[in-house]
């Protein structure tokens, strides 16, 4: 008769931690439909403007390191740093890797009522790969939904967000951490979850 119950239970209830899974690819999802296409985009005539204290051009490598409180605007989209080094091949720019205690990159969203707002101590944009990587301490908050983890990968091509929480001890709580608001919070003052 066991059998007979575990064989009619809902299928998360039949696989140990599915249900967490879904939980957090449910959340996840939230997140990804008011989530712009979050990355600098290399095929707009919006230029990449670059400011901070002191910059270094290696031409023969293609790298060039700002230092001291960098921002680095393409339109809305700011990241800000203590130090960012943007990398370019014969396609032009490539990567832009960027650091700080944290690094910070804001995006409005893609109806302009609201920004996305993510931090971590390591930020870094593959144009390569489609992907942002905030490593360590990273923190992505937009419309009142707060996501943590200490590495967060988000695919711009997809729209898939990849968490992962700490593995070293003494680390953080070493889970990947949601918050997600009601629908009915979200829509009383204005706001919409569907950005």
């Known amino acids: 008769m066991k059998l007979a119950t575990e064989r009619n239970a809902p299928f998360w ?5 599915l249900g967490i899974r879904l939980g ?15 990355a600098f985009d290399l095929d707009s005539n919006i230029p990449i403007n670059v400011a901070a204290n002191s910059a270094r ?4 490598k293609g790298v060039a390191t700002y230092t001291g409180d960098v921002e ?3 339109g809305d989209t700011k990241l ?10 014969i396609n032009g720019l490539n990567r832009i890797e960027a650091t700080g205690t944290p690094a910070h990159y804001v995006q409005p ?12 101590l390591t930020i870094t944009w593959s144009a390569a790969e489609k992907q942002l990587t905030f490593e360590r301490d990273a ?18 091509v997809n729209r898939v967000v990849t968490a992962q929480g700490s593995i070293e001890a003494g680390s953080g709580s070493g889970r990947v951490e949601m918050t997600i608001q009601p629908r009915s919070t979200q829509e009383s003052d204005g706001r919409s979850q569907s950005q």
């Open 139 to 156: 923190v992505i908050r937009q419309t009142g939904n707060i996501f943590r983890g200490e590495l967060i990968l988000y695919d711009t």
């Open 72 to 74: 680095l605007v393409q």
């Open 13 to 17: 209830r039949r696989a140990p931690g």
């Open 24 to 38: 957090m690819s449910v959340g996840l999802a939230a997140l990804l439909v008011s989530t712009p296409c979050l």
């Open 109 to 120: 969203t893609a109806n302009g009522k609201g920004e996305t707002d993510a931090k971590a």
């Open 80 to 89: 800000f740093a203590q130090e960012v080094v943007l990398y370019r091949d």
């Open 57 to 60: 051009l290696d031409d023969a």
